[in-house]
């Protein structure tokens, strides 16, 4: 069983919206952060958003407004719901946690650092055409 599943990419035209989900395998899912990143080709990978224990997030700049992360713990789901969405959004989108942190009540830009984060999942492409 992999520890984090990724689904919900495709292609979209510019403006249009698509939600990703990221399954965590781990009892303790509740009490993690878990954080999205992205990355294109040519670019560094980019922290896009992140949700602690408490469910405070925080995101990149360049998607506020935009984007919204939201987990739900009955589920073991970390949502992504992606609105708006513009060609420079174009990226392999990947889920990330970190199970040995227990109680995880990161805030700001440490949500959205990645070595906060341990474990990564396989990526999930969205492409936003114009």
């Known amino acids: 069983q992999e520890p984090l599943v990724e689904s919900g990419g495709g292609s979209v035209q510019a403006g249009g919206s698509l939600t990703l989900s990221c399954v965590v395998s781990?009892?303790?899912?509740?009490?993690?952060?878990v954080a999205w990143f992205r990355h294109a080709p040519g670019r560094e990978r980019e922290g896009v958003a992140g949700?602690?224990?408490?469910?405070?997030?925080n995101y990149a700049d360049s998607v506020k407004g935009g984007f919204t992360v939201s987990r739900d713990n009955a589920k073991n789901t970390v949502y992504l719901i992606m609105n708006s969405l513009k060609p420079e959004d174009t990226a392999m989108y990947y889920c990330?946690?970190?199970?040995?942190?227990?109680?995880?009540?990161?805030?700001?830009?440490?949500?959205?650092?990645?070595?906060?984060?341990?474990?990564w999942g396989q990526g999930t492409q969205v492409t936003v055409s114009s």
């Open positions: 990330a946690t970190d199970p040995r942190r227990f109680g995880c009540y990161n805030s700001g830009a440490r949500l959205l650092q990645s070595d906060e984060y341990q474990i």
């Open positions: 949700i602690n224990a408490g469910a405070a997030t």
């Open positions: 781990d009892s303790a899912f509740s009490r993690l952060c």
